[in-house]
């Protein structure tokens, strides 16, 4: 019976280990605390990009005794991984009153910062979220919509019509003359937030 049982267990780690060993990785990676202390760590990747949304509510870290312990947005400022890297934000949950807080990656930042995360419980999305550092709120934007999070009901700006996505980044960029004249001649569409806030950053600096 002990040998039964001693066996079962040491399949049950096998299989537990293969799983993880086909969906995990380790590399290298840094986290950076509040007060800007930088901890060099072995993060834990997921080769799937859909797992990568895990990210979104936490990171695992590995010492060198092999624990391991996770980590949420709330307890560090970033982390970086490769070349990757992920900032703490955080909105409230106008139903809730609650204090949403996710990892999201660092696309590109200016004068109005860009961040992507994968989907999101809350909104079933795969979004950007973007503000300016003054701002004290953020907006999301996924093909379909805009949503503003401010501390009333939400703002929704659907993407019926193309004017809308126009008419919103026209005023929200209207202190860009150059970008806001080619956001009013077409020349982005949905699908090109990265390109209009690079460009927006790079322009009007």
């Known amino acids: 019976m002990q040998d039964y049982i001693l066996l079962r267990s040491l399949f ?6 293969a799983q993880f060993s086909i969906g995990q990785d380790f590399k290298p990676g840094k986290l950076i605390s509040y007060n800007n202390e930088t901890l060099s760590v072995n993060l834990i990747t997921y080769k799937r990009p859909k ?4 990210y979104n509510q936490y990171i695992q870290i590995s010492d060198s005794s092999g624990n391991y312990k996770k980590i949420k947005p709330k307890q560090i400022k970033s982390f970086i991984v490769g070349k990757e890297i992920y900032e703490s934000i955080h909105f409230t949950d106008t139903s809730t009153k609650q204090q949403i807080y996710l990892f999201a990656k660092v696309l590109n930042k200016g004068k109005v910062n860009l961040y ?26 996924r093909e379909q919509e805009i949503i503003d999070l401010g501390e009333g009901p939400y703002k929704i700006y659907g993407f019926n019509r193309e004017s809308v996505f126009k008419q919103y980044f026209e005023s929200y960029l209207s202190d860009c003359p150059e970008v806001s004249r080619k956001v009013h001649q077409g020349f982005y569409t949905i699908y090109d937030i990265e390109l209009l806030i690079k460009d927006y950053n790079t322009t009007c600096r």
């Open 12 to 17: 049950i780690n096998f299989l537990l280990h």
């Open 51 to 54: 797992d990568k949304a895990i």
């Open 116 to 141: 992507s995360t994968m989907r999101i419980a809350e909104f079933n999305i795969e979004a950007h979220f973007f503000k300016r550092p003054a701002e004290n709120y953020f907006h999301i934007f």
